[in-house]
């Protein structure tokens, strides 16, 4: 199926590309971030950079290849905590 984006993903308007780059070259990431917010599948959260600054990308990604990203916004602190995050 691929990639494919909820229509939350958006509301921060952080272009998809660097939503993908922040996924693709994460710092930290966290499988079962939470309870399933979209389905029946916890989400994995991707804490990683991009040209916006430090990024939290959270998706649902069901094996071998169906990743849907519903949540893209600038790293915030409550986040980083709750993740285990050391990095800023």
């Not at 939503?19 to 971030?33: C, D, I, Q, R, T």
């Not at 915030?76 to 990095?87: F, L, N, P, V």
């Amino acid at each position: 199926m691929g990639v494919t984006w909820t229509d939350s993903a958006d509301k921060h308007e952080i272009p998809h590309n660097e939503a993908l780059y922040a996924m693709s070259h994460p710092h930290h990431v966290v499988k079962e971030f939470g309870e399933p917010r979209v389905g029946d599948v916890p989400p994995t959260l991707f804490i990683g950079p991009s040209r916006f600054g430090t990024l939290e990308v959270l998706a649902v990604i069901r094996p071998p290849a169906d990743v849907r990203i519903f949540h893209v916004m600038p790293l915030r602190e409550s986040t980083r905590i709750s993740a285990g995050y050391e990095g800023k």
